[in-house]
């Protein structure tokens, strides 16, 4: 074929002083073209793409044959680029498209458009039978019906078997008009997962690829059907219980336990078993605030479990958070000696419920530091020794496990004796 070479000027856009930053233009679109040809037939494509700073673009094709174009000639952003081809070989072969705009920049390549390449005067092959479609789930010797269908480029009639992935074939099919479905029915004898495919043949005896594959499971017992999504609240609070409830059914009227994913790397313990179609219901908090996605799945009594069921969120906030209330003033002795040390409590309580710690101004110009969180209105204690004779005022303050600080307590006195 013969290439027509394009040349293009770069240039840069100033604003000011500075140059504009260049964005290279989005992807072409698929290209557009024939799903069959010929070989030594022209075959035409085409594609469009814009251009984020509505720069004038070129294309290229790349035909999956070994040959890419030459870019063609630079066309205003948005509007078609249309290019012709011939395919030497019979085949598919996928082709894809590439942009640059007049700086130089270039887009990543389109999604590829398939055409197959169809022998002139003779008998082509069928297309590769549909996957084939039936139950997902079954048990040892039950008859299970599945179905395809094929097309032939020549409009042949055609005929289908099936490979049941198990070692047997199906024997082919009567022949029957171009697409039409062919149904046939097989049981396996042993559980386990098997892969099932189909392949077609004309009347002329040219045979097909092999379809994609249908998954069939032969078990001894039908697992549960996925649960209802759980239903509970859509917002909540941090360290709060909210309940959820879930309900499912099993296809052999089996009883059921189900249990619940929160979302948050938990999940719960199974329930109890309930009978099939009946409702269970958990409860579970959030320690942090975040979206969290609650999901529930079932098993049966023989052990078989479902998928899980779909998600529903919850959005977790941090509840308003209020400081500890003052302490209790500090308890401890009134008279002390030199370099003795002398231990003191308090008690504070937090108006949320949140731990609380404790430290304890000494008098001196020391503050202890922090304790660890207790319980609010359990009495956390210090010590302290004082080198200096004189009248000290000891005072406490609390912060809960949020950092909110109270106020300082009232004092407590003690007389340093030489």
Known sequence: MKNIIFISLSFVILSGNCAKVNSPPNIPSKPSGPQY???????????????PDQDDVAIRFYFGDGDTS??????????????????????????????KDVNGNYSNWSSAHSIRILLAGANNYPE?????????????????????SAFDPDGDSI?????????????????????????????????????????????????SPWSGIKVVNIVLNYPPNTPSKPIGPNSGYANIIYTFKSSGTDPENDSIAIRFSWGDGNTSDWSPYIRSGDTTSMAHSWENPGS????????DTK?????????????????PNNPPNKPSTPSGPSIGFEESTYVFSSIAIDPDNDSVAIRFAWGDGDTSAWS????????????HSWSLRGIYYITAQAKDKWGAVSEWSDSAEIYIRP
């Open 37 to 51: 040809g010929f070989n030594d037939s022209t075959c035409i494509f085409s594609t469009s793409t814009t251009d």
């Open 70 to 99: 030459h870019w063609s000639s630079y066309i205003k952003s948005g509007d078609t680029c249309t290019i012709s081809h011939i395919f030497i070989d019979t085949g598919r072969y996928y082709i894809s498209a590439q942009a």
């Open 128 to 148: 590769p039978p549909s996957p084939p479609s039936g139950p997902s789930l079954g048990k040892p010797d039950s008859l299970y019906m599945f179905s395809s």
């Open 159 to 207: 005929s289908i078997r099936f490979c049941w992935g198990n070692g047997d074939t199906s024997e082919w099919s009567n022949f029957v008009a171009n697409n039409q479905i062919v149904t046939d029915s097989h049981s396996w004898n042993s559980t386990g997962t098997y892969y099932i495919k189909a392949q077609a043949k004309d009347i002329y005896g040219a045979l």
């Open 292 to 299: 969290y996605t609650i999901r529930g799945q079932a098993k």
């Open 303 to 319: 052990g078989a479990i479902s998928d899980w069921s779909d998600g529903h969120q919850i959005l977790i906030s941090q509840l």
């Open 372 to 383: 660890n969180y207790f319980p609010g209105g359990d009495s956390i204690r210090a010590s």
